[in-house]
Every structure is written in structure tokens, then in C-alpha cells.
């Protein structure tokens, strides 16, 4: 691998943390404002924000064993993915059930 290779694969980690954390942050923030519309349906960003908390908690492993820090095994990571994915796929279900039952 090239330089540029490595550089990137050591940093990305760090800045896809940086980026998540803005994303939290709006989160935090749709969650603090009130809505006058009391039909708003808030569910599937809740879930989203879990989705992206746990995004988050993945991150930071890989950028703590890519430190060296702790040794974790790699496979972890799948089933980070798969409570992402499974997250996603039940925002999609809560999603249709709304539109079906209200729309």
C-alpha cells in the first residue's frame, strides 16, 4: 500500500467520529425543539439516533484498536453492522405502518 493509502485508513476513523458527533449534536437539537404539530412523528429519528449512537461506539473501537490500545477482534465489528442494519430495516417497517395507518 501506498502512503496515501495508510494515511487515509489510519484517519478516516478519526474523522468519520469528528462528523458524527455534528451529527449528535443535531440530533440533540431536533430532539430539544417542540413542535406545535402534536401528530409529529418522532419514533424512527429515535431509532435512527440509536442507530447512529452505535455507529458512533464502533468508531471509537476501531480508532482504539487501531491506536493499539486494547486488542479487540475485527469480527466485532460485525455485529455492530448488524444492529445498524436491523435498526434501519425496523425504521423502515415503523415507516410503512405509519403511512399506511395515518396516511
Not at 465489528?77 to 405509519?98: C, H, P
Request: net charge positive.
Amino acid at each position: 500500500m501506498t502512503e496515501l493509502s495508510l494515511a487515509i485508513a489510519q484517519s478516516a476513523p478519526v474523522y468519520n467520529l469528528a462528523m458524527v458527533f455534528i451529527a449528535v449534536f443535531l440530533f440533540i437539537q431536533l430532539f430539544k425543539t417542540k413542535s406545535k404539530n402534536k401528530k409529529l412523528y418522532m419514533t424512527p429519528w429515535k431509532f435512527m439516533f440509536t442507530a447512529v449512537l452505535i455507529f458512533v461506539s464502533q468508531e471509537f473501537l476501531s480508532v482504539i484498536r487501531a491506536e493499539e490500545f486494547i486488542d479487540v477482534p475485527v469480527y466485532i465489528n460485525g455485529f455492530f453492522e448488524l444492529a445498524i442494519v436491523v435498526s434501519f430495516i425496523y425504521i423502515l417497517l415503523l415507516q410503512k405502518d405509519y403511512v399506511k395507518r395515518y396516511l
